[in-house]
Protein backbone atom coordinates (compact mmCIF):
# COMPACT_ATOMS: atom_id res chain seq x y z
CA UNK A 1 0.00 0.00 0.00
CA UNK A 2 2.57 2.21 1.02
CA UNK A 3 4.87 1.50 -2.29
CA UNK A 4 1.73 1.85 -4.43
CA UNK A 5 0.86 5.76 -2.66
CA UNK A 6 4.08 6.53 -3.70
CA UNK A 7 4.35 5.53 -7.06
CA UNK A 8 1.11 7.23 -7.74
CA UNK A 9 2.23 10.50 -5.86
CA UNK A 10 5.96 10.63 -6.38
CA UNK A 11 6.82 14.13 -5.32
CA UNK A 12 4.25 14.21 -2.78
CA UNK A 13 7.29 13.99 0.23
CA UNK A 14 9.62 15.90 -1.43
CA UNK A 15 6.76 19.11 -2.13
CA UNK A 16 5.87 19.01 1.20
CA UNK A 17 8.70 18.10 3.60
CA UNK A 18 10.89 21.36 4.47
CA UNK A 19 14.39 20.98 2.39
CA UNK A 20 16.48 20.26 5.33
CA UNK A 21 19.99 20.61 2.96
CA UNK A 22 18.48 24.34 2.11
CA UNK A 23 17.61 25.44 5.63
CA UNK A 24 21.15 24.90 6.93
CA UNK A 25 22.34 26.37 3.96
CA UNK A 26 20.23 29.50 5.03
CA UNK A 27 21.59 29.27 8.48
CA UNK A 28 25.20 29.34 7.50
CA UNK A 29 24.56 32.58 5.09
CA UNK A 30 22.72 34.29 8.38
CA UNK A 31 25.71 33.11 10.18
CA UNK A 32 27.76 34.75 7.92
CA UNK A 33 25.79 38.04 7.55
CA UNK A 34 26.21 38.52 11.42
CA UNK A 35 29.31 38.01 11.46
CA UNK A 36 30.01 41.20 9.43
CA UNK A 37 27.45 43.14 11.93
CA UNK A 38 29.67 41.31 15.13
CA UNK A 39 32.91 42.85 13.17
CA UNK A 40 31.15 46.17 12.44
CA UNK A 41 29.55 46.99 15.72
CA UNK A 42 33.37 45.75 17.24
CA UNK A 43 35.18 48.56 14.16
CA UNK A 44 32.65 51.57 15.68
CA UNK A 45 33.38 50.83 19.59
CA UNK A 46 37.15 51.00 18.97
CA UNK A 47 36.51 54.14 17.06
CA UNK A 48 34.34 55.29 20.04
CA UNK A 49 36.93 53.99 22.63
CA UNK A 50 39.77 55.40 20.97
CA UNK A 51 38.74 58.62 19.69
CA UNK A 52 39.98 57.92 16.04
CA UNK A 53 37.61 57.32 13.47
CA UNK A 54 40.69 56.17 11.35
CA UNK A 55 39.03 54.10 8.45
CA UNK A 56 36.05 52.94 10.75
CA UNK A 57 33.41 54.35 8.51
CA UNK A 58 35.03 53.19 5.49
CA UNK A 59 35.26 49.89 6.65
CA UNK A 60 31.43 49.41 8.11
CA UNK A 61 29.85 50.94 4.75
CA UNK A 62 31.68 47.50 3.33
CA UNK A 63 30.26 45.75 5.82
CA UNK A 64 26.93 47.73 5.20
CA UNK A 65 26.98 46.63 1.61
CA UNK A 66 28.34 43.26 1.61
CA UNK A 67 25.23 42.71 3.80
CA UNK A 68 22.77 44.13 1.07
CA UNK A 69 24.36 42.49 -1.28
CA UNK A 70 24.30 38.69 0.83
CA UNK A 71 20.65 39.52 1.79
CA UNK A 72 19.35 40.61 -1.57
CA UNK A 73 20.99 36.67 -2.86
CA UNK A 74 19.16 34.79 0.15
CA UNK A 75 16.10 36.26 -0.72
CA UNK A 76 15.89 35.92 -4.41
CA UNK A 77 17.52 32.44 -3.56
CA UNK A 78 14.41 31.79 -0.56
CA UNK A 79 12.02 33.05 -3.48
CA UNK A 80 13.20 29.99 -5.69
CA UNK A 81 12.76 27.31 -3.28
CA UNK A 82 9.96 29.12 -0.84
CA UNK A 83 7.72 25.92 -1.21
CA UNK A 84 10.18 23.61 -0.05
CA UNK A 85 10.57 25.89 3.38
CA UNK A 86 7.95 26.24 6.32
CA UNK A 87 9.73 28.94 7.63
CA UNK A 88 10.22 31.44 4.26
CA UNK A 89 8.50 34.57 5.72
CA UNK A 90 10.49 34.14 9.16
CA UNK A 91 13.60 33.67 7.25
CA UNK A 92 12.82 36.86 5.40
CA UNK A 93 12.04 38.74 8.23
CA UNK A 94 15.50 37.34 9.85
CA UNK A 95 17.80 38.74 6.55
CA UNK A 96 15.92 42.24 6.51
CA UNK A 97 16.39 43.11 10.18
CA UNK A 98 20.05 42.11 9.40
CA UNK A 99 20.21 44.50 6.71
CA UNK A 100 18.88 47.13 8.66
CA UNK A 101 21.32 46.47 11.68
CA UNK A 102 24.13 46.67 9.01
CA UNK A 103 22.24 50.10 7.94
CA UNK A 104 22.71 51.60 11.23
CA UNK A 105 25.91 51.12 11.97
CA UNK A 106 27.32 52.34 8.44
CA UNK A 107 25.07 55.71 9.96
CA UNK A 108 26.39 55.64 13.37
CA UNK A 109 29.71 55.21 11.98
CA UNK A 110 29.85 58.41 9.94
CA UNK A 111 28.26 60.38 12.55
CA UNK A 112 30.68 59.63 15.02
CA UNK A 113 33.57 59.83 12.21
CA UNK A 114 32.04 63.57 11.78
CA UNK A 115 32.26 64.32 15.04
CA UNK A 116 35.83 62.64 16.00
CA UNK A 117 37.19 64.76 12.68
CA UNK A 118 36.51 68.07 14.68
CA UNK A 119 38.22 66.74 17.85
CA UNK A 120 34.98 66.62 19.48
CA UNK A 121 35.94 64.89 23.03
CA UNK A 122 32.79 62.99 24.27
CA UNK A 123 32.34 63.52 27.79
CA UNK A 124 33.29 60.26 29.73
CA UNK A 125 29.70 59.57 30.68
CA UNK A 126 28.38 59.56 27.53
CA UNK A 127 30.74 57.63 26.44
CA UNK A 128 30.68 55.03 28.78
CA UNK A 129 27.06 54.83 28.07
CA UNK A 130 27.77 54.29 24.44
CA UNK A 131 30.43 51.56 24.97
CA UNK A 132 27.89 49.85 27.25
CA UNK A 133 25.81 49.85 24.21
CA UNK A 134 27.94 48.60 21.66
CA UNK A 135 28.27 45.78 24.36
CA UNK A 136 25.19 45.04 24.37
CA UNK A 137 24.91 44.58 20.90
CA UNK A 138 27.81 42.65 20.77
CA UNK A 139 26.85 39.66 23.41
CA UNK A 140 23.60 40.26 21.33
CA UNK A 141 25.09 39.42 17.96
CA UNK A 142 27.24 36.41 19.34
CA UNK A 143 24.06 35.01 21.44
CA UNK A 144 21.93 34.73 17.39
CA UNK A 145 25.41 33.24 15.88
CA UNK A 146 24.93 30.73 18.62
CA UNK A 147 21.21 30.55 18.01
CA UNK A 148 21.78 29.36 14.45
CA UNK A 149 24.34 27.28 15.18
CA UNK A 150 22.19 25.06 17.35
CA UNK A 151 19.29 24.91 14.63
CA UNK A 152 21.19 22.24 12.88
CA UNK A 153 22.10 21.06 16.24
CA UNK A 154 19.94 20.71 18.84
CA UNK A 155 16.87 23.30 17.74
CA UNK A 156 15.52 23.05 21.59
CA UNK A 157 18.64 24.57 22.90
CA UNK A 158 17.80 27.84 20.74
CA UNK A 159 15.51 28.65 22.84
CA UNK A 160 17.72 29.09 25.90
CA UNK A 161 20.45 31.55 24.15
CA UNK A 162 17.84 33.53 23.02
CA UNK A 163 16.67 34.79 26.04
CA UNK A 164 19.65 36.33 26.63
CA UNK A 165 18.97 38.61 23.40
CA UNK A 166 16.16 40.04 25.15
CA UNK A 167 17.88 41.25 28.60
CA UNK A 168 20.43 42.55 26.56
CA UNK A 169 17.60 44.52 24.47
CA UNK A 170 16.22 45.30 27.93
CA UNK A 171 19.45 46.35 28.99
CA UNK A 172 20.34 48.10 26.23
CA UNK A 173 16.37 50.26 26.92
CA UNK A 174 17.50 51.44 29.85
CA UNK A 175 21.37 52.59 28.59
CA UNK A 176 19.52 54.73 26.05
CA UNK A 177 17.35 56.13 28.35
CA UNK A 178 20.20 57.54 30.61
CA UNK A 179 21.91 58.44 27.58
CA UNK A 180 19.09 60.66 26.73
CA UNK A 181 19.27 62.04 29.81
CA UNK A 182 22.65 62.58 30.46
CA UNK A 183 23.21 64.46 26.98
CA UNK A 184 20.44 67.14 27.46
CA UNK A 185 21.81 67.49 30.97
CA UNK A 186 25.34 68.09 29.05
CA UNK A 187 27.11 71.26 27.46
CA UNK A 188 27.29 70.08 24.02
CA UNK A 189 26.25 72.17 21.34
CA UNK A 190 22.87 71.87 19.71
CA UNK A 191 24.31 70.48 16.31
CA UNK A 192 26.95 68.17 18.28
CA UNK A 193 23.86 66.48 20.52
CA UNK A 194 21.90 66.17 17.40
CA UNK A 195 24.88 64.08 15.91
CA UNK A 196 25.29 62.17 19.53
CA UNK A 197 21.86 61.89 19.68
CA UNK A 198 21.28 60.17 16.15
CA UNK A 199 24.18 57.38 17.30
CA UNK A 200 22.24 56.31 20.21
CA UNK A 201 19.11 56.43 18.02
CA UNK A 202 20.78 54.16 15.73
CA UNK A 203 22.27 51.63 18.04
CA UNK A 204 19.20 51.58 20.24
CA UNK A 205 16.97 50.55 17.12
CA UNK A 206 19.94 48.35 16.32
CA UNK A 207 18.72 46.36 19.39
CA UNK A 208 15.54 46.40 18.98
CA UNK A 209 16.02 44.43 15.45
CA UNK A 210 18.40 42.07 17.30
CA UNK A 211 15.03 40.67 19.56
CA UNK A 212 12.77 41.10 16.72
CA UNK A 213 15.74 38.63 14.79
CA UNK A 214 15.29 36.64 17.99
CA UNK A 215 11.87 36.35 18.51
CA UNK A 216 11.79 34.43 14.56
CA UNK A 217 14.87 32.90 15.69
CA UNK A 218 12.35 31.09 18.25
CA UNK A 219 9.45 30.33 15.93
CA UNK A 220 12.54 28.90 13.68
CA UNK A 221 13.50 26.36 16.15
CA UNK A 222 9.95 25.25 17.25
CA UNK A 223 9.33 24.94 13.48
CA UNK A 224 12.76 22.83 13.33
CA UNK A 225 11.87 20.76 16.95
Known amino acids: MYNSFINCYPGFFEEKMPDRISEINVDERFIEMLNNVLDGVRTLREAVANGISGNAFAKINAIKDAVERANFELGSYLMKIRDAVEAYDLYMMVGDNIERIAQNLSAAAYRTSMLLSKNYQMPEVLKVLAL ?5 LISQTMSLIEGFRLLSVSPNKTAEVLRNVKSLEEDADDLYRNTELKLFES ?39
Not at 132 to 136: I, P, Q, V
Not at 209 to 223: E, G, T
Open 187 to 225: STDLLTAMLIKDVIDRLEDSADAMLRIANSLYYISYLRS
Open 132 to 136: SMLDK
